[in-house]
């Protein structure tokens, strides 16, 4: 995922984000980065979910939680099957 310019100072000199951003837009927007990296329609265990998310960002399952409670991540209800719904 490309960090978006103004998260850039976020970054850790590995390249990941280990602090988030204290303002809740900027959290959002890196939410929405990560989500890229998930294919629409594809289904995905959690275990490939925090993998991927977790290439970017330290505290991956605060990125996940936040994709699930707003919709734009679906999971199954025992949480091991996650899917990016249609838009």
Do not use: C, W
């Not at 303002?23 to 993998?51: H, M, W």
């Amino acid at each position: 995922m490309p960090i978006p310019e103004r998260l850039r100072t976020h970054i850790d000199q590995d390249g990941t984000i280990s602090r988030l951003p204290v303002k809740l837009s900027k959290k959002k927007e890196l939410a929405l980065g990560l989500l890229e990296d998930l294919e629409i329609g594809k289904t995905y265990t959690e275990r490939q979910v925090n993998e991927i998310f977790s290439r970017s960002v330290v505290d991956f399952a605060l990125v996940r939680r936040m994709l699930v409670n707003s919709g734009l991540l679906v999971r199954d209800r025992y949480g091991r099957q996650y899917e990016r719904p249609q838009p």
